[in-house]
């Protein structure tokens, strides 16, 4: 089987005991966005230094085994001139990169979407890999109404997924397969559950056809959730039961870890499921941990607000959110300690 030894190494240092993945691989639109809300100006210079507040936020490592970037990032330098993938490296953490290249309507089916990309990414990782990445990511978006994603949008998804999978494998390089199922709208918990059934069905099938090895991936999905328009919000333990029921019944245990994105939820929300999910399935076939990027980011940005003096700060509340998350995927978080923290 192709690369399976380097694929294997990458995977037994992505699943390392209390530790997760950072997504930082936000694009420049999505940065612009983030940061525009906060009223920080989005230039080359001001994205490379709250990276670098993060990456250099000393202890992370305890908690981190990777960080997906985004391409601008491979290139970007530490202020004391060291290329920010070497940085993370010389920290034991692995650096990672978004290879998809965004979405875009799927013809012949009104709503849905799919992602771009698959052309020349072979040429691309050869190129990542020579720049420190070891994993990669690629993100398929589902929006949720009574009609979608449609039977067309599920297959056609999970197609590109497995095709974008068995290329990273090809290049040795650890594919993070994410098919975000999305909390906009008022859609009930049953729906996004009868949704997300359907999506990992799909992938899961195109994965095999495609032969994937799975014992060589990482599944980043979202949490089984009601829409974000219909409250009340559901428990950790509705969440968590509907969850692991669509996992047990979807993934196959040969993968190795399931690593979830926050999708939208607020920071103590994402720990809370996250740890429900391993309290209640404490010997899971999968590791159950995270890959969240606003969950692990909101206060740090929100305390750096783009200035200097504020960096020791926004590092203080990065560290806190990896601390609660490395608890919560062993299942020993607790609200009193995030009221403690
Ligand atoms: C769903 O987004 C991924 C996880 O982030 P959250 O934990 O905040 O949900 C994230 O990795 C995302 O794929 C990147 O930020 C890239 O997003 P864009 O919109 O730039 O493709």
């Known amino acids: 089987m192709r690369n399976e030894a380097e694929l294997r190494a990458t995977i037994a240092k992505m699943v390392e005991p209390g530790k997760g993945v950072l997504a930082a691989d936000e694009s420049i639109p999505t940065i612009t966005k983030r940061f525009k809300a906060l009223n920080i100006e ?9 990276r670098t507040l993060l990456f250099t936020t000393r202890g992370a490592e305890e908690y981190l085994s990777g960080i997906i970037l985004f391409e601008e990032t491979l290139t970007q330098k530490a202020d004391d001139g060291t290329p920010l993938p070497e940085l993370l490296i010389r920290h ?26 698959l052309d020349g990414l072979g040429e691309r990782l050869l ?24 039977p067309l949008g599920v297959a056609a998804n999970a197609e590109v997924l497995a095709r974008y999978a068995s290329i990273c494998q090809d290049a040795g390089i650890v594919p993070i397969v994410e098919p975000e ?41 979202s949490m089984v959730l009601p829409g974000k328009d219909r409250p009340p919000k559901a428990s950790p333990q509705k969440v ?48 159950l941990s995270f890959s969240y990027a606003r969950a692990l980011q909101d206060p740090a940005m929100r305390a750096w607000a783009g200035r200097k003096e504020n960096v020791a700060l926004a590092q203080a509340a990065f560290y806190r959110r990896l601390k609660m ?15 403690a923290a």
């Open 325 to 339: 998350n490395s608890l919560a995927r062993s299942g020993k978080w607790s609200e009193a300690m995030e009221r």
């Open 181 to 221: 199922v999305l909390i906009d709208g008022d859609h009930t918990i049953e729906r996004c559950y009868e949704v997300s059934d359907a999506v990992l069905h799909a992938v899961f099938d195109a994965l095999h056809r495609h032969r994937v090895m799975l014992e060589g991936m990482v599944l980043k999905p």
């Open 92 to 117: 034991g953490v692995m650096p990672g990169i978004k290879v998809d290249k965004g979405t875009v309507p799927l013809p012949a089916a009104p709503g849905d979407l799919i992602t771009q990309g």
């Open 127 to 150: 190129q990542y890999k020579a720049q420190g990445a070891r994993f990669a990511k690629w993100r398929e978006v589902y929006g949720v109404t009574d009609v979608n994603p449609t």
């Open 42 to 50: 989005s230039t080359e210079e001001t994205r490379r230094a709250y």
């Open 240 to 287: 968590a039961e509907a969850t692991l029921q669509i996992l047990r019944r979807n993934v196959p245990a040969a993968v190795p870890s399931i690593n979830f994105l926050s999708g939208g939820q607020s920071p103590d929300e994402a720990s809370a499921n996250l740890n429900a999910m391993n309290v209640m399935y404490p010997h899971a076939p999968w590791v």
